[in-house]
């Protein structure tokens, strides 16, 4: 990984067709790739729930000094998915029975509202990216030619288009950060026995209150389809 050192630019560097204000990008800071890094790292489990984030062997083997590494450490703790113990150091949040309720009682707020509010708002070109992306996520179940990290893919992509088609940019940030904390328990719960061909079968009447633009309905099938995944998820 490359280190955050800014490259001077010198005054007339900017070409003449070129205005000169409002083009000077800056680079995206190294802390930030550090914690995308980190971030992956957790939900693919090779910082599990629970482990302590060693920032000297971290740092070592980036080849970065510790700095942005603790800056990327910050990001990660205000997204829940980092805690932070007194004289211990960073560790890898546990996520207790209770925080997933409160999770999945706010998702399920959210996105019910969302559901709701996409049926009124949606176009018919936007509501078929939807039946497209089903039609993705049922091919991705599929035991023998499907994937399960695709899956979990395809899975977020739907419910966070249809976010996007709620048009609240508000809601859809709010679900992005309860959905990293999600994300930490989110493999044990789809692997339960069955859990997958509910979902899809949850993913199915929710999509079909939408081409309905049924508002209701839609409201009323997303909140089953969280309770659904609390229940299987505790």
């Known amino acids: 990984m490359q280190r955050d050192t800014p490259t001077a630019r010198p005054p007339d560097a900017t070409p003449a067709s070129e205005p000169?204000?409002?083009?000077?990008?800056?680079?995206?800071?190294?802390?930030?790739?550090?914690?995308?890094?980190?971030?992956?790292?957790?939900?693919?489990?090779?910082?599990?729930?629970?482990?302590?984030?060693?920032?000297?062997?971290?740092?070592?083997?980036?080849?970065?000094?510790?700095?942005?590494?603790?800056?990327?450490?910050?990001?990660?703790?205000?997204?829940?998915?980092?805690?932070?113990?007194?004289?211990?150091?960073?560790?890898?949040t546990e996520v207790s029975e209770q925080d997933l309720r409160d999770v999945y009682e706010l998702m399920s707020l959210l996105e019910s509202d969302a559901a709701a509010a996409a049926c009124k708002l949606a176009t018919d070109e936007e509501l078929a990216e939807l039946q497209r992306l089903h039609t993705a996520l049922e091919q991705a179940a599929d035991p023998v030619h499907g994937s399960r990290e695709r899956f979990f893919a395809i899975n977020e992509a739907f419910h966070l288009r249809l976010l996007e088609l709620s048009r609240n940019r508000w809601r859809s940030q709010m679900v992005a950060d309860l959905r990293k904390v999600m994300k930490l328990n989110r493999h044990s719960s789809l692997l339960r026995q069955g859990r997958v061909a509910d979902a899809l079968k949850e993913h199915a009447a929710v999509l079909d209150a939408l081409l309905q633009r049924d508002a209701e309905s839609a409201r009323t099938r997303m909140a089953a389809h969280f309770s659904a995944g609390l229940n299987a998820a505790i």
Do not use: C, H, N
């Open 20 to 92: 000169a204000r409002g083009r000077r990008l800056t680079p995206r800071a190294l802390y930030e790739d550090v914690a995308e890094l980190l971030r992956q790292q957790i939900f693919s489990r090779q910082l599990p729930p629970g482990s302590w984030i060693d920032e000297l062997k971290l740092a070592e083997e980036l080849g970065i000094s510790r700095t942005p590494l603790r800056e990327a450490i910050k990001v990660l703790a205000t997204e829940g998915l980092v805690t932070m113990k007194v004289r211990r150091g960073a560790y890898v």
